[in-house]
């Protein structure tokens, strides 16, 4: 998440177009599990799994799905205040 988050999370400052993908992928997250830190934990471990399984790298491309839906779950934990000792996304 830190090599991902951050860099994401600083670009939305900038792009409302980010803001809106990335509140459209939260909106998908709130509507499929409880936001809790062990279930947003879960999903975001069960994700990354399948990015790997597929062969997905991180690119540099902020708007593809993936890098949305990663940014959406980094924005969410922030947001809900689900990190350990305020550390950033």
Do not use: K
Request: charged share 25%; hydrophobic share 45%; with cysteine.
């Amino acid at each position: 998440m830190n090599a991902l988050g951050d860099a994401q999370l600083a670009r939305m400052h900038a792009d409302p177009g980010m803001v809106a993908a990335v509140d459209q992928h939260a909106a998908v997250l709130r509507d499929a599990i409880p936001l809790d830190r062990e279930t947003l934990g879960d999903y975001l471990l069960g994700f990354l799994d399948e990015l790997r399984h597929r062969g997905w790298i991180f690119s540099g491309d902020e708007t593809g799905a993936p890098a949305l839906r990663l940014t959406a779950v980094c924005w969410l934990a922030r947001e809900l205040d689900l990190l350990e000792d305020g550390h950033p996304a």
